[in-house]
T-cell receptor, first 109, second 114 residues
Framework: GQNIDQPTEMTATEGAIVQINCTYQ??????LFWYQQHAGEAPTFLSYNVLDGLEEKGRFSSFLSRSKGYSYLLLKELQMKDSASYLCAVMDSNYQLIWGAGTKLIIKP | IAGITQAPTSQILAAGRRMTLRCTQDMRHNAMYWYRQDLGLGLRLIHYSNTAGTTGKGEVPDGYSVSRANTDDFPLTLASAVPSQTSVYFC?????????????FGPGTRLTVL
């Protein structure tokens, strides 16, 4: 079966750095996505990785290792507004997104 | 530009009733999707459409139907609602010609079936 694993919940301090991990087992791979979802709102696109390596976008970076079936989302200089759920999703061989359950990130002052 | 709109925002429905959730996008995306999101689970694909006039089944299609008469609209119908269909429903769209096929989401419909 297809599976996406990510931690259920993480806590970090304002101004710090946090890394949210995602491991996957899917039938085929056509890219990995990270989305941010604030409580009661829609998911919004953060990043896309299809090749191994690090993609940096301001305070957010995303890393991919296809051989290890592993990705992480790195958030720097944490702000209170970063409190949200972060969803990892992999596009499989049928070009359908398989979603993880999400990681709830709690930022403390 | 509104992006994707969904209606209604929320709804309480008696079991056995028929309900249609509406979704409209103004980005001229060719592909559209319906997901449900339940606590502790990832988003699950119900139905999708890669282009107007075609639809396909996702992971959890039973009890739901869709139609895609034109590019902009993709309604989801529950023929006879059951309590297990209580969920938050998200519509999304993407441009399959764009390299990453990134999906963009509507604001969601919170549905409660009693």
């Amino acid at each position: 079966g297809q599976n996406i694993d990510q931690p259920t919940e993480m806590t970090a301090t304002e101004g710090a750095i946090v890394q949210i991990n995602c491991t996957y087992q899917t039938s085929g791979f056509n890219g990995l996505f990270w989305y941010q979802q604030h409580a009661g709102e829609a998911p919004t696109f953060l990043s896309y990785n299809v090749l191994d390596g690090l993609e940096e976008k301001g305070r957010f970076s995303s890393f991919l290792s296809r051989s290890k079936g592993y990705s992480y989302l790195l958030l720097k200089e944490l702000q209170m507004k970063d409190s949200a759920s972060y969803l990892c999703a992999v596009m499989d061989s049928n070009y359908q997104l398989i979603w993880g359950a999400g990681t709830k990130l709690i930022i403390k002052p | 530009i509104a992006g994707i709109t969904q209606a209604p925002t929320s709804q309480i429905l008696a079991a056995g009733r028929r309900m249609t959730l509406r979704c409209t996008q103004d980005m001229r995306h060719n592909a559209m999707y319906w997901y449900r999101q339940d606590l502790g689970l990832g988003l699950r694909l119900i139905h999708y459409s890669n282009t107007a006039g075609t639809t396909g089944k996702g992971e959890v299609p039973d009890g739901y139907s869709v139609s895609r008469a034109n590019t902009d609209d993709f309604p989801l119908t529950l023929a006879s609602a059951v309590p297990s269909q209580t969920s938050v429903y998200f519509c999304a769209s993407s441009d399959l010609a764009e390299g990453t096929d990134t999906q963009y989401f509507g604001p969601g419909t919170r549905l409660t079936v009693l």
